[in-house]
């Protein structure tokens, strides 16, 4: 017979932990993290070889062309992971009502990442006090299926039992904020985490080794509850970002064949 323990078992799977940066064509890179006379056309590719995932901070500006989109998509490997930033439009002019329309020309030209989109991001503008019934409505519209959801709030007000349960009947995830504008708030609502590190006052925009310390704890822990992890570093000035998001990556110890051996990315 076979051991009567095992029907009562629960084998949990470990989650995934992802790091990279909010963007990755910042002329002022070059000789940061890119090579001085790299094309512009080549960045993607060079960062895809250090990083196995990337969040898109311009399509919150504009909605690229399909064959923008096509380019980001056949730069990258497979296995490689984006995350887009929602379209303002939507966000901040629309104010997430009304959106239909938007919605769906802005999914539909994501859509074109394929297999290699996994987050859309929906940073909320900071004038946009809590609305737990316009949230919900508005996560209502988004399309089930396996392209997972964030939502980043810039009102303090949101932050309350009420909002994060409309996110979690949604499945959406409350993005965890690393900062000097919102207050630090862990609280989970989906089965992945979202992060962002947009950079604090008293470190120049720069993260060093015991600011990410406890960060890293928690990453650990929600992989180890079974949680895929997203986390990304918008402080780009002075080339933060790369070099911190790799400084996360070796302090997790992950994705290590990805990462920058050499360079003052280490």
Known sequence: MGDASV??????????????????????????????????????????????????????????????????????????????????????FLRLDEVDDALAAFLSRMSVLGEKLEVVLWQ???????????????????????????????HESWLTAETFAVLRESGAAHVHVSGDVMPENLTPTADFVYA????????????????LEPWAGFLRGQADSGHDCYAYFNNDAGGHAPIDAARLVEMLGIGVERSVETGRLR
Not at 196 to 201: E, L
């Open 7 to 92: 029907g009562w078992r629960t084998i949990m799977a470990v989650g995934r932990i992802r790091v990279g940066t909010s963007g990755w064509s910042y002329d002022h890179w070059a000789g940061v993290f890119y090579p001085d006379r790299l094309p512009s056309a080549s960045r993607l590719a060079f960062y895809a070889a250090r990083f196995d995932t990337v969040e898109i901070d311009a399509t919150f500006y504009r909605l690229p062309s399909e064959q923008a989109v096509a380019s980001w998509r056949d730069a990258v490997p497979d296995g490689f992971a984006f995350a887009v930033k929602g379209s303002r439009l939507i966000t901040h």
């Open 124 to 154: 909320l503008p900071p004038n946009l006090p809590a609305d737990a019934a316009l949230l919900a409505r508005f996560l209502k519209r988004l399309p089930a299926g396996r392209v997972r959801h964030a939502v980043e709030f810039r």
């Open 196 to 211: 962002r590190f947009h950079g604090t006052a008293s470190g120049h925009g720069a993260y060093d080794a015991p600011a």
